[in-house]
C-alpha cells in the first residue's frame, strides 16, 4: 500500500523543494495506480490546510481527514489499513510531524515500513533529514521513489512496465 500523508494545497508550497515532493509523490500514485497498489492519503485539518493538491489524487482513492498529528490515533485510518504483512510505503509532508509520528505509529502497530525518502518533504531540510534518522532508528526502512517503483513492477516483463519507467525517466 502507499500511503500519501498530508500533500495538502496550503501546505506543499511551503515546504522546501516543493516541486521534487510534487513530482515524486505524483510518480508514486501514478505507479501505484498502474500496479495495482493501493493507495491511501491523509488530509491533516483539510479546513485550514486545504484539501489534498490538485492532480495528484483521483475519486478512486481514500482519502480520511484527521485532526492528530500521528494517523494511527484516528480510528477511520486504522480501519483502513491493509493486513499487517502489508509493506507500507509512506511519501507525504512533513517529513518530521505527520509522516514521522505516524511512521512511528505504524511500526508500534507492527507494520513494515518503506519511507520514501526522496518524496518527503519539510519546510526545513534539517528537520527532513532529522525526521529520516529517527524514523530508521526507530525500524523503518528508507527507500525511493524508483525502487519503489521497480518493486512494484517486479519485472520488466510487467504490461504497465513502459509507462511505469516513463514516470521516473
Request: hydrophobic share 45%.
Amino acid at each position: 500500500m502507499l500511503l500519501v500523508v498530508d500533500v495538502q494545497r496550503r501546505l506543499v508550497p511551503h515546504i522546501h523543494d516543493a516541486a521534487t515532493l510534487s513530482r515524486h509523490c505524483t510518480a508514486l500514485v501514478r505507479a501505484a495506480d498502474l500496479t495495482g497498489v493501493p493507495v491511501l492519503a491523509t488530509e491533516q485539518n483539510p479546513g485550514g490546510l486545504g484539501a489534498t493538491v490538485d492532480g495528484l489524487l483521483t475519486p478512486a482513492h481514500r482519502v480520511i481527514a484527521k485532526d492528530t498529528f500521528d494517523a494511527t490515533r484516528n480510528a477511520e485510518f486504522i480501519a483502513a489499513l491493509p493486513p499487517k504483512e502489508t509493506v507500507l510505503f509512506v511519501a507525504g509532508a512533513e517529513a518530521h510531524v505527520c509522516v514521522l509520528l505516524s511512521v512511528l505509529g505504524l511500526l508500534r502497530l507492527g507494520y513494515r515500513v518503506e519511507l520514501v525518502a526522496d518524496a518527503l518533504g519539510s519546510r526545513n531540510p534539517v528537520n527532513k533529514s532529522l525526521a529520516l534518522e529517527r524514523a530508521q532508528q526507530e525500524g523503518a526502512r528508507l527507500t525511493t521513489t524508483e525502487t519503489a517503483i521497480f518493486n512494484w513492477l517486479g519485472s520488466y516483463r510487467h504490461p504497465a512496465f513502459r509507462e511505469a519507467l516513463a514516470l521516473v525517466k
